[in-house]
Structures are given as structure tokens and as C-alpha cells.
């Protein structure tokens, strides 16, 4: 029997489906559009292509986090069924202020609680944390406990690497981090800005590439420059909308032919914010983040 139960919010955009097969338990996150708020269930590929097609049709998207409410809820549900420790993988806490709500509550729980919540900042969001969540459930299944599963995740969370670079410059303007002059400058240079999370999980741009072939090759080049071919961690590359997989696998597998890649989607919250047409590489690296 496992030592812990593991549960992650919906910013992790794996199919839901997926998450209750593996015994994954999840507090939704929310979205909204025009003045209505939305909650993540995207179940499958075509629920997150209807998505971006939505915002390729000009409707625009915001976020909203969770309440204390709702979190304590969720966490008071989880530890009456299952009387059990449990560990949670939490979206990031350099992007949002989910991370310091959720671990407020578990710490006003834990004072009265034979069973611990256990808060891991995920220093991340959407693929990359699902290839923690991935890995969190294989130290379950290893009968770990939750205090020794925490541990290992700190390990491996500032080795894995995430590089991704967006094709809307829009998204960039819209959420202030950049001005409308210096989008319109970019779109006519064809700019494609390439970040990465740091080592507090912060967005950080560092280069601006241009044209898209260039940023599909730097993408792959940094793998190639920091890739740890003996972890047992796949590669996993993640879009949202404007689909450039099949040309950076391909660049991949050129490179590495044996290695393990896994694909996937970035969902409603992070794309709301990124627009429709961003391309990712995640991987572990011999190197940590700065």
C-alpha cells in the first residue's frame, strides 16, 4: 500500500482521465472569459485544440487562483478519505500566489492533523510539472514516503530544464511584458522570444531569436549542450497551438535515437497567458538552473 497520496492541481495538463487511472488526486484551476469563469477539464487533445482555436478566433482569456476556501476543502476531503499523508505538487510558486495559499492551509491543517500535507513547489507549470507528477508517482509506487519523496523531488527539480519560445508576441503585450511598440517590432522581425524557468520557477527571457527554424534549432542545441543521457527522465516536448513537434522531434531524434520522448499540450491556464503558439523542451540536465 502506498505511503502517501498524491495529488497536483490541473496546471500540470495532463488528461484528467489519466490523473484518476493513476490514482492522482487534482483541485481544478480556473480561467476566465468574459466575465465568466471556466474550469480546466481538457480530457483530450481535441479539448485543448477548441481552445486555441477560441483564441485564434480572438476571444481573450485571463486567469484566476485559488481561493483558501476551496483549498482547505479540497485538502479536508483528501485526508477524511484516505487518513493518510499526502503529498502535492503545486504549480509554481514564481509565476503565482497558488503555492503560498495551498501551503498556508496545509500548515493550519497540519497542526491538528495525525496526517501530514506535504507542499512541493513544483518551480514550474504545466509539462514540466507533469514530468514531476510522473515521477512522483514512481516513488509511490517505490513505497516511498511522502518526507523521502519530497526530498527527491527537490533533488531533481533544479536539474530539470525547461526551454521555450512563443510565436505570439500579442500575449506578451497583453500581460505587460512587453510595449506595443516593441511587439509591433518584433512581429516585423519575426522576434521569437526563448525562456526558461530559473531557479526560483520565475519566467526569465533569455535570448531573442529570429525566425521560427532558428528558435526549433536552439531549442535542440541546449539539449544537446546540457542533456543527462543516463537519468532516467524522459524528454518531453509541449505546444500550444501553433504545432512545431514534429520538426523538434525529428531534430531530437537526429541527435539522440534511442531517447524516450513524450508530447503533450499546455492548457488553458498557461496558454491564456502565453497566447496560442508556444513550443517547449524539457528535459534533465547535467547542470542546474540559475
Known amino acids: 500500500m502506498s505511503k502517501f497520496i498524491l495529488s497536483t492541481d490541473t496546471c500540470c495538463d495532463d488528461f484528467k482521465s489519466h490523473l484518476k487511472q493513476n490514482n492522482i488526486e487534482y483541485i481544478t484551476m480556473s480561467y476566465i472569459c468574459e466575465d465568466e469563469v471556466l474550469h480546466d477539464e481538457a480530457n483530450s487533445f481535441e ?26 476543502e479540497y485538502f479536508e476531503y483528501l485526508l477524511k478519505k484516505y487518513n493518510s499523508d499526502i503529498l502535492h505538487i503545486c504549480l509554481s510558486s514564481g509565476i503565482s500566489g497558488t503555492y503560498n495559499i495551498v501551503q498556508s492551509v496545509a500548515d493550519e491543517l497540519n497542526e491538528n492533523s495525525e496526517n501530514k500535507i506535504y507542499v512541493f513547489d513544483s518551480l514550474c507549470a504545466t509539462q514540466p510539472q507533469n514530468a514531476l507528477v510522473k515521477y512522483a508517482k514512481s516513488l509511490r509506487d517505490k513505497e516511498m514516503s511522502a518526507n523521502e519523496a519530497m526530498e527527491a523531488l527537490s ?25 506595443g511598440i516593441q511587439a509591433m517590432m518584433g512581429k516585423a522581425l519575426q522576434l521569437r522570444p526563448l525562456l526558461t524557468f530559473d531557479s ?5 527571457v533569455i535570448e531573442k531569436i529570429m525566425g521560427t527554424k532558428k528558435a526549433i534549432k536552439t531549442l535542440t542545441d541546449k539539449l544537446v549542450e546540457q542533456y543527462d543521457e543516463n537519468a532516467e527522465f524522459p524528454i518531453t516536448l509541449a505546444y500550444a497551438g501553433e504545432n512545431y513537434i514534429n520538426e523538434l522531434k525529428n531534430l531530437v531524434l537526429s541527435k539522440f535515437p534511442n531517447a524516450q520522448i513524450n508530447i503533450g499540450p499546455v492548457g488553458p491556464v498557461i496558454a491564456s497567458h502565453t497566447g496560442p503558439a508556444l513550443t517547449a523542451i524539457i528535459f534533465h540536465s547535467k547542470q542546474t538552473r540559475i
Open 47 to 72: 479539448d485543448y485544440e477548441n481552445f486555441y482555436n477560441e483564441m485564434r478566433n480572438g476571444k481573450v482569456f485571463s486567469t484566476t487562483g485559488l481561493n483558501v476556501f476551496e483549498v482547505r
Open 155 to 179: 533533488n531533481e527539480v533544479q536539474h530539470l530544464m525547461v526551454y521555450f519560445f512563443l510565436n505570439d508576441l500579442d500575449a506578451l503585450k497583453r500581460g505587460g511584458r512587453i510595449s
Open 200 to 204: 526560483e520557477g520565475k519566467l526569465r
